[in-house]
């Protein structure tokens, strides 16, 4: 069974959160990019950079244990 991940970003008195399975980086990679085309959310392509960048390092974390 995999385990659920989370990233979140706080901005501009908005809490973006999200929770994924574990091996799924791909699939939430795409969500940020999705969101950050949006025009009806304050959600930039900055801000997908950064969760990215989240999600690359926690998975860096795990395949050096």
């Known amino acids: 069974m995999s385990s659920l991940r989370q990233?979140?970003?706080?901005?501009d008195g908005h809490q973006?959160?999200?929770r994924y399975p574990e091996?799924?980086?791909?699939?939430l990679i795409q969500v940020l990019m999705e969101m950050?085309?949006?025009t009806?959310?304050?959600?930039?392509?900055f801000d997908a950079a950064v969760l990215s960048?989240?999600?690359n390092d926690a998975l860096l974390?795990?395949?050096d244990e």
């Open 23 to 27: 091996g799924d980086e791909e699939s």
């Open 16 to 18: 973006f959160v999200f």
């Open 53 to 55: 960048r989240q999600v």
């Open 61 to 63: 974390r795990r395949l």
């Open 36 to 38: 950050a085309g949006r």
């Open 7 to 11: 990233v979140s970003l706080v901005k």
């Open 40 to 45: 009806d959310v304050p959600f930039d392509w």
